[in-house]
């Protein structure tokens, strides 16, 4: 509340509201230029968190609101753990001032926005970030309806370096412009890196993504809150369940119901599994990018026993689907809880011997060195979850705005000092350590009780054991249109194992939601890699990339 | 001891370095075929998984991985194609050496899988290019990996290819 007294004393003509722990503010496009810079100079907002656009097409043209497109900026303070939504009404040929100078992890969000929704900003690029020339239009639009070229026209057009002309002809001849990918034999997915060296070194680098944009956000306005749950898991496809259970906390904390305890601690354990999953799957990667097989083998033998555990819980090595709106969709089966245990056992011995052998590795060492990031770098470049660590601030949503069970177990944040490959390594591989330790206090004291809520509203039935017409209306009605959340909009978060994953969610009061929005962490991160790998050399380079964790699912979505 | 002209015309068989290496090649293709992994998105997760662990570590040994697509028999490819990347696809593909082999890993790869509702993603690739076996599943497991390995093996070892039967109709 004290943010919001001295917003409100400052701001006396602007209106702050707060509702369900976010702030809230209108402004007007003259203003939100002045009054974000004040916010983020005067107020500590000094992280930007994301910025998406909405189409309100229907209030617009029944008349209900006057500009037909929202802009909002989320803006985060890091020590009073205070979300702010900035809220800019649009009209279609209105421009935007862009927060480029202010941020510098604004640039592909508006890049973004003006190729999704036709919003045009001051003085951005007009190339297109996630879709090619190919589709016709701005997709997420409300009226949009698909239209495209045909698939003969089909060209990619490589990212070509602009013309420096203080570079000397000598040095422009010794330059060399390599293709870091697509066929980038490494396992996390697809983007374009090109980079152009002088000698080993990297001088400048440009990178294409888009190449697995799948469209999630125009998909999720025709499902179910409760069908999006597969897509929702497919984000981040090295950690399944986290996005999942992202979506459900958010879906759930919009309708204000509470999880049993049982379901709680169960989820709290699966993110934790996850997390574990996750960061064995990134170090398997990087350790395969620098050539040190034998550590790839064991990051990969410790990512199987806990695919093992997956495969026992849901039936599915990694994909499952077995969390639902409500709870999840069955308890523990008998003798899962031993078998977690023993695989605890397991990981940490496989821990011990990676620690052993990597820690003072010279060929591990020498390529770690480069490319460290400081924490104010990492706050402008929108960094969060180990690679915010790995430079040194203590920054982690279950310390600080706890969900769940967190305050109850203990666990430390580790952190780094120089934000270099090297850090994020080691802070990656003590997360898992901790993330162990949570999952053995939870298993220690997991509380009994079902796994899914009885609130009616989302109950099948209406409890009673023989089935009425009204079970079946009911039935009928959950499965035809879908859990039903309050006309507003809502923002939820958790920490997932790359960082802050969110879902934004707008609802007109039906079943479907009415607008989505992904807060994806590697999104943020992987933008700052063409500035991170200039002046470093190549291995360096493909250590940054490896250890930046670039999940090309979550960048495209 | 000196050989007869005639024990060695028996025992030696004179051909030429290009033909015998060729023939090796054809012969030895099904037990070590070289693969050329195009990962994608969550499907080649599990396929790198199911190769680094003890599930396809015979595979492993014995088909080594390249990075260039002109040394492969075989590509395989999981994960969602988008519309943006499908040139670059179609490009590997060209540069696969001949007879090309191709298996496709997971729903998305040989259909859109779930996203084929969307405006990004391919419905499959089979119109793109010849594919010999689809590996379905989202994501595949390790033990279909291996049994659409072995699938393309039997391909091989017959030389069938669906590249080769597509040339063969082009001709016709």
Redesign the interface.
Same mark, same amino acid.
């Given at each position: 509340m004290k943010i919001l007294d001295s917003l409100n004393k400052n701001f006396p003509t602007l209106d702050f509201k707060e509702s369900s722990g976010l702030l809230h503010v209108n402004l007007d496009n003259i203003i939100v230029y002045d009054v974000v810079k004040l916010l983020k100079k005067d107020f500590g907002f000094i992280f930007l968190l994301d910025i998406f656009a909405t189409d309100h097409l229907n209030d617009y043209s029944s008349g209900k609101c006057e500009k037909r497109f929202t802009v909002t900026y989320h803006l985060l303070h890091l020590e009073e753990h205070k979300r702010i939504s900035v809220n800019v009404d649009l009209n279609e040929h209105e421009t935007i001032q862009s927060f480029s100078e202010l941020w510098l992890n604004s640039k592909w969000p508006e890049r973004e926005i003006a190729e999704m929704f036709g919003i045009n900003f001051e003085n951005h690029q007009t190339s297109k970030l996630l879709t090619s020339d190919y589709i016709i239009g701005y997709p997420l639009r409300k009226d949009w309806v698909y239209q495209a070229k045909s698939h003969q026209d089909l060209v990619f057009k490589k990212p070509e370096f602009s013309w420096l002309p203080e570079i000397g002809d000598d040095e422009r001849l010794c330059r060399q412009v390599i293709d870091l990918s697509p066929s980038h034999p490494a396992i996390q997915g697809t983007f374009v890196v090109r980079a152009e060296v002088l000698g080993n070194k990297v001088k400048r680098a440009l990178v294409e993504i888009g190449l697995q944009h799948r469209g999630v956000e125009k998909i999720s306005e025709s499902k179910h809150y409760g069908q999006f749950i597969p897509y929702a898991e497919r984000l981040n496809f090295s950690s399944p369940m986290m996005g999942a259970i992202a979506w459900a906390k958010t879906v759930e904390e919009a309708i204000e119901i509470e999880m049993t305890d049982r379901c709680q601690a169960l989820r709290m354990i699966m993110m934790e599994l996850s997390r574990v999953l996750d960061h064995s799957t990134s170090l398997a990667a990087m350790a395969q990018d620098l050539r040190a097989w034998d550590a790839s083998v064991i990051f990969q033998r410790i990512r199987s026993h806990v695919s093992a555990l997956f495969l026992s819980y849901t039936g599915s090595r990694l994909m499952g689907s077995s969390v639902r709106i409500g709870g999840m969709v069955h308890d523990l089966p008998i003798g899962w809880v031993t078998k977690c245990l023993d695989a605890i056992y397991l990981i940490q011995t496989e821990l011990k011997e990676i620690l052993s052998i990597l820690n003072r590795a010279p060929s591990w060492l020498v390529f770690h060195g480069e490319g460290g990031m400081n924490a104010a770098q990492a706050i402008e470049w929108g960094f969060s979850g180990p690679c915010l660590r790995a430079c040194g601030v203590n920054y982690d949503l279950r310390k600080n705005s706890p969900y769940y069970f967190y305050q109850d177990v203990e666990f430390e944040v580790p952190l780094g000092i120089n934000g270099d490959p090297y850090d994020r390594y080691l802070v990656r591989v003590e997360e898992m350590q901790q993330s162990l330790k949570i999952v053995s206090q939870v298993l220690d004291h997991i509380p009994s009780g079902s796994v899914q809520t009885e609130d009616p509203r989302l109950a099948k039935t209406t409890g009673s054991l023989r089935l009425t017409s009204a079970d079946y209306a009911k039935h009928f009605d959950l499965y035809q249109n879908g859990t039903k959340i309050n006309a507003g909009s809502y923002y939820s978060f958790i920490e997932s194992a790359n960082g802050e994953l969110g879902f934004y969610i707008r609802s007109d009061g039906s079943g479907i939601p009415y607008r989505t929005r992904v807060r994806a962490p590697s999104f943020f991160h992987f933008q700052s890699f063409c500035d991170s790998i200039q002046n470093v050399s190549l291995e360096s380079a493909t250590a940054i990339l490896s250890s930046l964790n670039a999940i090309s699912g979550e960048i495209d979505r | 001891m000196t050989l007869s002209d005639d024990l060695l015309d028996r025992l030696v068989l004179t051909t030429s370095s290009h033909s015998f290496l060729n023939w090796l090649e054809v012969k030895s293709r099904d037990t070590s075929p070289w693969v #050329?992994? #195009? @990962? =994608? *998105?969550?499907c *080649?997760?599990? %396929?790198?998984?199911a190769f %680094? &662990?003890s599930v396809l570590i015979s595979d492993n040994q014995s088909s080594p991985?390249r !990075?260039r697509?002109e040394e492969a028999d075989l590509m395989i490819f999981g @994960? *969602?194609v &988008? &519309?943006? =990347?499908?040139? $670059?696809l179609s +490009? $590997?593909h060209g540069r696969l050496k001949e007879p090309k082999w191709v298996m496709s890993i997971g729903a998305c790869a040989a259909s859109g899988g779930? /996203?084929a +509702? @969307? /405006? *990004? !993603?391919l419905p499959g690739m089979s119109q %793109?290019f010849p594919i010999d076996v689809y590996v379905p599943g989202?994501?595949p @497991?390790p033990e279909q990996l291996v049994e659409g390995f072995s699938i393309i093996r039997q391909r091989m070892k017959k030389n069938i290819s669906s590249w080769l039967l597509d040339q063969e109709r082009a001709q016709l």
């Open positions: - | #050329f992994p #195009f @990962g =994608l *998105s969550c *080649s997760l599990e %396929h790198a998984a %680094h &662990t991985q !990075v697509p @994960g *969602s &988008t &519309t943006k =990347l499908l040139p $670059i +490009e $590997i779930l /996203y +509702e @969307g /405006y *990004s !993603v %793109h989202c994501p @497991g």
